[in-house]
């Protein structure tokens, strides 16, 4: 089965710095990569996401990319803020519609001003 | 995306009682539903698959006799989670398929607390 890694675990960074956040996956048939932001006692949240066929995807301050060759993709936070203080996780799902997303373990973001 | 509710959200039960945990999709018809679990500091792990219509799928580990998943309709899905210890203490999420299909969206989550 789909196995997801995810680095690293804890990030601390100041604010309006750049932070990166890396994740590989094991199963070259996986398709659509998401990022969530949990903050303490909620939901995740779906943050960007994106599929087999881009290989960038940017909304404002988050940009993803995907290396499907090397089975890598990244999330890219620039002119960070307290705000994006959360836990983020990257996940992947198969291909098929209603597939259950297999998470990574987390990266703890700490944006201090 | 999807809007998904849960409730409670948070529950403290005694040791051997039976909790039940709803899950509603508020505009989204979903004849899947996904509930995870989340113990502190971890991350998300699947527990189980719900459909509507049939049983559900459940993840290797997780005892169906005891995390008992009913999809009663397009928009509901409940976990009951029976018989709980401190063991089962956590945090209980579940997520609902959008648009497109393969995207996810959670629920605020439901934190169980067995004394």
């Known amino acids: 089965g789909e196995n997801v890694e995810q680095h690293p675990s804890t990030l601390s960074v100041q604010e309006g710095d750049s932070a990166v956040i890396k994740c590989t996956y094991s199963?070259?048939?996986?398709?659509?990569f998401p990022w969530y932001k949990q903050e303490l006692g909620k939901g995740p949240q779906l943050i960007i996401d994106i599929r087999s066929n881009v290989g960038e995807k940017k909304d404002q301050r988050i940009a993803v990319t995907l290396n499907k060759t090397a089975k890598h993709f990244s999330l890219h936070i620039t002119e960070t803020q307290p705000e994006d203080s959360a836990v983020y996780f990257c996940a992947a799902s198969g291909p098929q519609a209603g597939t259950a997303l297999i998470f990574g373990k987390g990266t703890t973001l700490s944006v201090s001003s | 995306g999807a809007v998904v509710s849960q409730h409670p959200s948070w529950v403290i039960c005694k040791s051997g009682t039976s909790v039940k945990i709803e899950c509603r999709s508020l505009d989204f018809q979903a004849t899947t539903m996904f509930w995870y679990r989340q113990f502190p500091k971890q991350s998300l792990m699947l527990m189980a698959t719900s459909n509507e219509g049939s049983k559900a799928t459940y993840e290797q580990g997780v005892e169906k006799d005891k995390f008992l998943i009913n999809h009663a309709s397009l928009t509901l899905s409940t976990l009951t989670v029976t018989s709980a210890h401190p063991e089962d203490s956590s945090f209980y999420i579940c997520?609902?398929?959008?648009?497109?299909?393969?995207?996810?969206?959670f629920g605020p989550g439901t934190r169980l607390t067995v004394l």
């Open positions: 997520s609902v398929p959008g648009l497109p299909t393969d995207t996810q969206y």
């Open positions: 199963d070259s048939a996986s398709n659509y």
